[in-house]
């Protein structure tokens, strides 16, 4: 099985990327990638895995951190990768539809 291929404007070829993991551990919360994804891909959410320490470190009752909401909505154009500083977007292409 091939993967999904699309063409730019001027006809290269472009191998969509789609969002597969996130890592929670890396993430700080920043809510870049949930404003720069114009689809419905990713939710802020409390950490539950905050460490007490740090919340009075950060003077917060708890932390957030960016969870993947709806992967099948990511369109595969890595907005998200580029503009997180933390790089906790993992990809992968998306095989071809059989049939």
């Known amino acids: 099985m091939t993967n999904i291929v699309g063409y730019t404007k001027g006809g290269c070829e472009w191998h969509p990327q789609f969002i597969e993991e996130l890592d929670a551990e890396s993430c700080i919360g920043c809510g870049r990638c949930y404003k720069v994804c ?16 740090e919340d009075d470190l950060y003077g917060d ?18 907005a998200c990768a580029k503009v997180c500083a933390k790089n906790c ?10 049939g």
Request: contains cysteine; negative net charge; hydrophobic residues 35%.
């Open 89 to 98: 977007h993992s990809f992968k292409p998306a095989p071809m539809p059989v």
């Open 61 to 78: 009752e708890f932390m957030m951190v960016m969870t993947i909401k709806d992967s099948s909505d990511c369109i595969g154009c890595e």
């Open 38 to 53: 114009s689809r419905d891909v990713f939710d802020l959410v409390e950490n539950e895995d905050s460490d007490d320490d």
